[in-house]
Nanobody, 128 residues
Framework: VQLQASGGGLVQAGGSLRLSCAVSGLTFSSYVMGWFRQAPGKEREFVSH????????YYSDSVKGRFTISRDNTKNTVYLQMNNLKPEDTAVYYC??????????????????????WGQGTLVTVSS
């Protein structure tokens, strides 16, 4: 199983980036997907979650209204569109896949234990 995150980079505050995570080695449409991030010196934190069909979306309060998660089950890829970026969004962003046989609520979606596979991360740096 491989999760390959890409799209990170350096952007000025107020700018936008679109992260992608290409997944292989599993039945993508059977997995819920999540994005987490870890800033220097801080713990990993939940960013966003999307259900298998894309019908259920969750966001952390810190990114709600600025970030949008989506997925394309024909391309085995999950995306994170990040708009109005702030310096505090600077972090390594990780995508993750979880095989969930039941509906996932926010508490489960935001827990790292829900996810079975993780990507290597892509660095996002937002300058002020």
């Amino acid at each position: 199983v491989q999760l390959q995150a890409s799209g990170g980079g350096l952007v000025q505050a107020g700018g936008s980036l679109r992260l992608s995570c290409a997944v292989s080695g599993l039945t993508f449409s059977s997995y819920v997907m999540g994005w987490f991030r870890q800033a220097p010196g801080k713990e990993r934190e939940f960013v966003s979650h999307i259900s298998r069909s894309g019908g259920a979306l969750y966001y952390s309060d810190s990114v709600k209204g600025r970030f949008t998660i989506s997925r394309d089950n024909t391309k085995n890829t999950v995306y994170l569109q990040m708009n109005n970026l702030k310096p505090e969004d600077t972090a390594v962003y990780y995508c993750a896949a979880g095989e969930s046989s039941y509906g996932v609520n926010y508490q489960s979606a935001s827990s790292a234990s829900t996810y079975d596979y993780w990507g290597q991360g892509t660095l996002v740096t937002v300058s002020s």
